[in-house]
């Protein structure tokens, strides 16, 4: 069964990128202009406004799509009536953050990041390649550093609502 929220649509509108969401005529040009859509059907921005504006916010907010873009900024630049739909796509993607909506991958980002002090762990490989080709070992990143940095911002919050998400 579908739900429909009629509050989502005016929640979004007031959310920063949300404000130019109802210019949209459904022409299609961000659709066509988009490197994602092209390669895959499960990415429609056009569709993104349209159960936007419908209230389908269940539909909008979980699942991967409004994380498949890769903000090229296409869409926006071409649209003819000034839709910002990569904003948009932002305000979107902080609602589902708000409601612990995130695909696992990011999830693993975001921790990594907190408690690693970097995304990715650099493989023990790669550290025997630098010492083969006489470079020095990397420098390990302050996570202190990255931890404060990241409290001043809004990312402990997200990161909350991830943990409480599992």
Known sequence: MIRVSVEF???????LGGETITNCYQCGTCTSSCPVARVTNRFNPRKLIVESLRGRRDDVLTGERIWLCCSCFNCQERC???????????????????????????????SALYSEGKLVKVAGFTEKQRETFGLPPLK???????????????????????????
């Not at 649509?9 to 959310?15: G, Q, S, W, Y």
């Not at 409601?99 to 693993?108: A, H, L, R, T």
Request: hydrophobic share 45%; net charge neutral.
């Open 9 to 15: 649509a005016k929640e979004v509108k007031k959310r």
């Open 80 to 110: 003819p009536q000034k839709v910002e739909i990569a904003d948009l796509i932002y305000a979107l993607r902080n609602i589902a953050i708000s409601e612990g909506n995130v695909p696992n991958i990011y999830s693993e980002f975001i």
């Open 140 to 166: 390990k990143p302050d996570v202190e550093a990255i931890r404060a940095i990241l409290a001043e911002t809004t990312f402990g919050e997200v990161l909350k609502v991830l943990e409480g998400k599992g």
